[in-house]
């Protein structure tokens, strides 16, 4: 079967890391106590959230926790630096934790670790080398809870920290991206993660207006995690079968209003059987009230393609449904924390096997914070 892509799900990758859950936190705050004397080329930043959670247990998708009421934790920590004229380095790092069925799971990794030169001349580019952020959707520029005005976030994809080299640059109206990167946007691990084989990235944008932009994406690449050879068809390899991924994204802003847009195609290959296809979407407006208020809305709706390996090298090519809504509020209580409240539904496939309806109820406080001004004002 799939794996379970909820909030709470014990991966295999993230058991067998074995990491103490402070060692990103302590070489941040060693790292800030260094940069907190020194000039302004440094900045250390952080962000930590507070969650609550109560769902149903009825669907695929949304129940966290097998639908009993539970809360998660969230710290990140990054800090940048100019290290040298145009080039830069950047570190983030991440713990989290959250009581999966009575029982405490914490989890540790720094998430994003890259070098940034930027050129002048003759055209502005950048380039990044290292542990990236996914470089392309809508939604991965905006994951962050700051950023997020919902809790919950779309189906269509997972934020991933691949290992790569990306390019990025604009020109006028027009901007792109290309990478190489070493992980694929579909993350299917069943007891491993994917092979470590670069597949190219890319994305362009026009904004023809201010306030307005319209944008696409494409990678193809494999997308197996190591799975035992006996599952596949003699001479076979994971890496012999290939997502194809197209997307297309809008983001509009106007006065107090905001709209941001997605749909993304997938075809992926599934041994001894063909191909899964999906196509999905979600329209996201936002309006602010108020300096302290907004509220904000996310409907998503399509198939996500599911590979599912059944025994010995039998396979199918599935599709998961996916239709919800989630509607929430924020509140600004102080300039750094944000609060946040939310509803979400899920509205069934119509095929009562798959999943039933699923509600989310849920709860998040998020704060943001300046390391270095902690230091700057105890002197």
């Keep these: 079967m799939p794996p379970d892509r909820s909030l709470w799900a014990t991966r295999p990758s993230a058991l067998?890391?074995?990491?103490?859950v402070t060692v990103a936190a302590s070489i941040l705050f060693a790292f800030s106590t260094l940069v907190a004397r020194a000039d302004e080329r440094f900045m250390i930043q952080g962000l930590t959230d507070a969650e609550y959670w109560d769902t149903t247990p009825q669907s695929a998708y949304l129940t966290r926790n097998a639908g009993e009421p539970a809360a998660a934790g969230r710290l990140r920590l990054w800090a940048v630096?100019?290290?040298?004229?145009?080039?830069?380095?950047?570190?983030?790092?991440r713990i989290e934790g959250a009581?999966?069925?009575?029982?405490?799971?914490?989890?540790?990794?720094?998430?994003?670790?890259?070098?940034?030169?930027s050129f002048s001349s003759p055209q502005p580019l950048v380039l990044q080398a290292g542990k990236l952020s996914l470089p392309y959707g809508n939604f991965s520029r905006r994951y962050f809870s700051s950023q997020n005005p919902l809790i919950g976030a779309p189906e269509n994809y997972e934020i991933s920290?691949?290992?790569?080299?990306?390019?990025?640059?604009?020109?006028?109206?027009?901007?792109?991206?290309?990478?190489?990167?070493?992980?694929?946007?579909?993350?299917?691990?069943?007891?491993?993660?994917?092979?470590?084989?670069l597949r190219p990235a890319f994305a362009t944008?026009?904004?023809?207006?201010?306030?307005?932009?319209?944008?696409?994406?494409f990678t193809h690449g494999p997308y197996l995690s190591r799975v035992p050879e006996a599952w596949l068809l003699p001479g076979k390899s994971p890496s012999d079968y290939h997502e194809t991924v197209a997307g297309l994204d809008l983001q509009y802003s106007r006065a107090?209003?905001?709209?941001?847009?997605?749909?993304?195609?997938?075809?992926?290959?599934?041994?001894?059987?063909?191909?899964?296809?999906?196509?999905?979407?979600?329209?996201?407006?936002?309006?602010?009230?108020?300096?302290?208020?907004?509220?904000?809305?996310?409907?998503?709706?399509?198939?996500?393609?599911?590979?599912?390996?059944?025994?010995?090298?039998?396979?199918?090519?599935?599709?998961?449904?996916?239709?919800d809504l989630e509607t929430g509020v924020g509140f600004r209580a102080l300039p750094g924390l944000l609060v946040k409240g939310s509803f979400r539904t899920d509205?069934?496939?119509?095929?009562?096997?798959?999943?039933?309806?699923?509600?989310?109820?849920?709860?998040?406080?998020?704060?943001?914070?300046?390391?270095?001004?902690?230091?700057?004002?105890?002197?």
């Design 81 to 93: 630096g100019d290290l040298a004229q145009g080039l830069q380095g950047f570190v983030l790092g």
């Design 256 to 323: 107090h209003f905001e709209l941001n847009t997605e749909m993304t195609v997938t075809r992926l290959q599934v041994p001894a059987t063909g191909d899964a296809r999906g196509r999905i979407w979600y329209v996201e407006p936002k309006y602010t009230f108020s300096p302290r208020w907004y509220a904000a809305m996310r409907y998503e709706r399509g198939d996500l393609p599911e590979p599912t390996w059944i025994w010995a090298q039998t396979w199918a090519a599935e599709q998961e449904g996916i239709h």
């Design 99 to 117: 009581k999966v069925n009575t029982v405490e799971q914490t989890d540790s990794e720094v998430d994003q670790a890259y070098l940034r030169y």
């Design 347 to 379: 509205f069934g496939s119509g095929n009562p096997t798959l999943y039933q309806d699923g509600r989310v109820v849920a709860l998040q406080l998020s704060y943001s914070f300046d390391v270095k001004s902690w230091f700057a004002a105890a002197r």
């Design 205 to 217: 944008g026009v904004t023809p207006l201010v306030g307005f932009r319209i944008g696409g994406y």
């Design 161 to 197: 920290y691949p290992w790569g080299l990306q390019v990025s640059g604009a020109l006028r109206r027009f901007d792109f991206m290309a990478a190489a990167l070493n992980g694929p946007l579909t993350h299917l691990e069943y007891d491993s993660p994917t092979e470590s084989i």
């Design 16 to 20: 067998r890391r074995r990491k103490a």
